[in-house]
């Protein structure tokens, strides 16, 4: 916990900025402990710096304050405050730096300010849906009212895919915007008998009445998953961001809020599970399905421990000769079996468990390195968690130090994700690794943000064209000019250019005459277990030599 403002930093905000001001400002720090106050408040009340913003405005939500001091908005936000007695509190509060200032003060209410109270108590500040208070008010009102009529109340839970990581690298004022833009969308998919609610972060609701349900609530899902299927516009930038729906209905899946919560949580769950961008109706036997999962993530916590993680590599090709191998996770569960990736890596991030995990595997990919033609390289995929977590560039320097690999034997790859925002620590880390000698290549090109900013920017050896691009090369003349159009571009950079997902000779021979560098693909072979390498190799020379 931060040390109190009582020093030299607070004396200079009480002289600069607190005494100013005709009511004065009381200045709290980023653990809302009061930092600085007006002389002469602290003279009239027993009001003492270290004091929290609890306890004096218990009313004020702590996590839309932090929010709002990560945003940088310049605008203040205003708060009333019934005190009884027909008075109100008026709040003003605003960003001193990393501080918070509020300016209070006490007048008569006057009808506008009891609107505004309400409004205040049952909306959500940055949307302006209705908040979470009178989403529960609604619902259970809502479910009283069809008790016993043979009516039916549908409750959708929406959550925004991939949220976070553009709130993490465009920055939370973005992240508002993405908000706002996204609770609009929701509201133009919705009819007259239908209310939409914000009930926390990039998390929404709907309740829908009245004739046509179930089947009308599926069709606003779909309605919903395509609307966000249409990017966002942030400071220029095209941001996908989609929508998961979760629905349950009431009373067949719950006669009572918590019930029903429950089931269109588990629905939700569920369409983020089988891919997200999609609906799901609410099921007793995903009950099961949500166990197991809960199941894998509290075994991911012990799979590094019980030794269950293992590394699998598949070849890349230059020229029709093997120049090196791309490290790919595996995971096999005693009780489950195989885990795809796709399952479990998400898992990983989100509970923080990337950076560990990826560390293991670059020291295991780099110690089985050794063991292929010195000219070989190792690629590595860096999860977007552990690219931003700190010490990354120090903790693959030494584990290089430590195995002995050269470094232009590693090439890391990364999502476009990672550089949504250019800042200085991603130009700076990508510049470190490139002056270790360390090759870096951006993965996935061309499927999610696309800004060629970053083939300007940031310091990549190689482009890597997503399969997508590849499953209809011979027949889809557009796939074929996105991918002449990459490969001329990256040659023009003197960047090379590798394309995976090649499973048909006829892809190769394509690509061979657009000029690709590299492939990789099932056409060449499956990801193999490290002991079988040695023989694909001796196997691969002696069809080259034939």
Known sequence: MKEHLSSRKASALTEATVERRPNGVFVFDRDFRLAALPSAVAGAFTITPGISLEQLHPYLDRTMLIDYLDSGNPEPLKFLHDLGDGQVRELTVFALGDLLGIVQSQRAADPDD???????????????????????????????????????????????????????????????????????????????????????????????????????????????????????????????????????????????????????????????????????TFDPDMLQIIEQRELLRRSLRVALEKEQFSIEYQ?????????????????????????????????????????????????????????????????INVSPAEFLSEGLTDRISQTLDEVGLPSERLELEITEGVLLERTVNNLDTLNTLNVLGIRISLDDFGTQYSSLSYLKNFPFDTIKIDKYFISDLETNAKSQAIVRSIIVLAHDLDMQVTTEGVETEGQARRLRDLGCDRIQGYMISRPLAGHAIATFLSTSEDRDGA
């Open 315 to 379: 070849p890349i090709v230059e020229e029709g000769r093997v120049v090196g191998f791309e490290a790919l996770l595996r995971w096999k569960h005693p009780l489950m079996g195989n885990i795809p990736p796709a399952v479990f890596i998400p898992m990983a991030e989100s509970d923080g468990l990337m950076p560990e995990i990826g560390s293991w595997v670059m020291e295991r990919a780099c110690r089985d390195a050794l063991d292929w033609p010195e000219d070989f390289t190792v690629a």
């Open 114 to 280: 009891r609107t505004a109270l309400l409004h205040q108590a049952t909306h959500d500040a940055l949307t302006g849906l209705p908040n979470r208070r009178q989403f529960a008010s609604d619902l259970s009102e809502g479910l009283r009212n069809i008790e016993g009529s043979g009516q039916m109340i549908a409750l959708m839970q929406l959550d925004l895919d991939d949220f976070k990581p553009v709130n993490d690298t465009l920055g939370h004022p973005a992240g508002d915007k993405l908000l706002q833009l996204a609770a609009n969308r929701i509201k133009s998919c919705l009819t007259g008998d239908d209310r939409a609610y914000r009930l926390a972060g990039d998390e929404f609701a709907i309740i829908s009445l009245g004739a046509g349900l179930p089947q009308r609530s599926v069709e606003i899902g779909e309605h919903l998953v395509s609307a966000f299927k249409e990017p966002f516009t942030l400071d220029g930038i095209a941001v996908f961001v989609g929508l998961s729906v979760g629905i349950s209905f009431a009373p067949d899946d719950g006669d009572d809020p918590e019930k029903l919560m429950k089931a269109s949580d588990v629905a939700l769950y569920a369409a983020k599970t089988e891919g997200r961008g999609r609906i799901s």
